[in-house]
């Protein structure tokens, strides 16, 4: 399995998630820049992020492979609508713990800076992003 | 060039002679070769002195589990059977010259299981010796 594959199905099994509104998840490998695109909606951005191979065994590999799920919105300065997507990322955080990829193993998940959104985007722009950085592991043999 | 853990291997069979299947999914392994003496010490000695009788060997290490493995299924069986394993193992691959060793029939004397929950279920085993018709035998490779 490759990282942009990963992304793929990462994005994939957010999509089956039963949230409201209903997620649309899409893998690019660049996260969106332009405000005016945002618009109303809720949008999930899944790139992939690291690779790492480590030895396990004399003969096998196990490759984390990282993705990087951005949940984004124009909330401006609306704290309950900041609140509701903060609970929804940790049900995305949560679904996917629980959903199995095949040919890769859950390992752990992370917010990728230290508060869970990132506060520039929301002071500067309005715009609420949080970045879930989830590992998977995936094994190879020689 | 030093040689990474990761090229050591371990050959099993059924007996030495068909120990040549690779056990693939052993972590860290450790030979484990000491030398059994008898106490040559006299009264007026100004150091302990011994007398080499027998070498002592055992085989320890890991084995991640993997459903299907051949291997593990191999030493999980020779475990509950109390049945003896060939082994044959190598600071290197057996096709090649020079690589050192032993060889011999082995009993499954531990055989641990480990389920960490951040990590992978592992065995830790350990090997020793058993009283056969094979001859125990430190080996160095002629290659092929």
């Known amino acids: ?142 | 060039m030093p040689t990474p853990g990761k090229d050591t291997f371990i050959y099993y069979g059924a007996n030495v002679a068909a120990a040549t299947t690779e056990l693939k999914n052993v972590k860290d392994s450790n030979l484990a070769r000491a030398l059994m003496t008898a106490d040559t010490k006299v009264k007026g000695a100004v150091v302990a002195t011994v007398h080499p009788i027998i070498h002592e060997i055992s085989v320890e290490g890991g084995i991640l589990y993997e459903k299907g493995d051949a291997g593990f299924e191999f030493i999980d069986d020779a475990y509950k059977n109390k049945t003896t394993v060939g082994l044959v193992i190598l600071n290197g691959p057996k096709n090649v010259a020079g690589n050192r060793g032993v060889s011999g029939d082995f009993y499954v004397t531990k055989l641990d299981e480990g389920d960490p929950v951040e990590g992978l279920v592992e065995y830790s085993f350990v090997f020793q010796p058993a009283k056969t018709s094979t001859a125990f035998t430190f080996v160095v490779t002629v290659g092929s």
Do not use: C
């Open chain 1, 1 to 142: 399995m490759t990282s942009a594959e990963l992304a793929l199905a990462v994005a994939d099994i957010i999509n089956t998630a039963a949230l409201s509104p209903a997620p649309a998840a899409v893998r690019r490998f660049a996260p969106i820049k332009d405000l005016a695109r945002f618009g109303s909606v809720l949008n999930i951005t899944v790139m992939p992020r690291r690779r790492r191979t480590v030895p396990v065994a004399k003969r096998k590999y196990q490759r984390t492979l990282g993705v990087d799920v951005v949940v984004q919105k124009v909330t401006e300065q609306d704290d309950a609508a900041v609140e509701a997507i903060d609970a929804y990322v940790d049900a995305i955080d949560n679904h996917l713990r629980k959903r199995a990829i095949t040919g890769a193993i859950w390992t752990e998940s992370a917010s990728g800076n230290d508060e869970p959104y990132i506060p520039q985007h929301l002071r500067g722009m309005g715009l609420y992003t949080a970045v879930l950085q989830v590992d998977y592991a995936t094994y190879l043999n020689d």
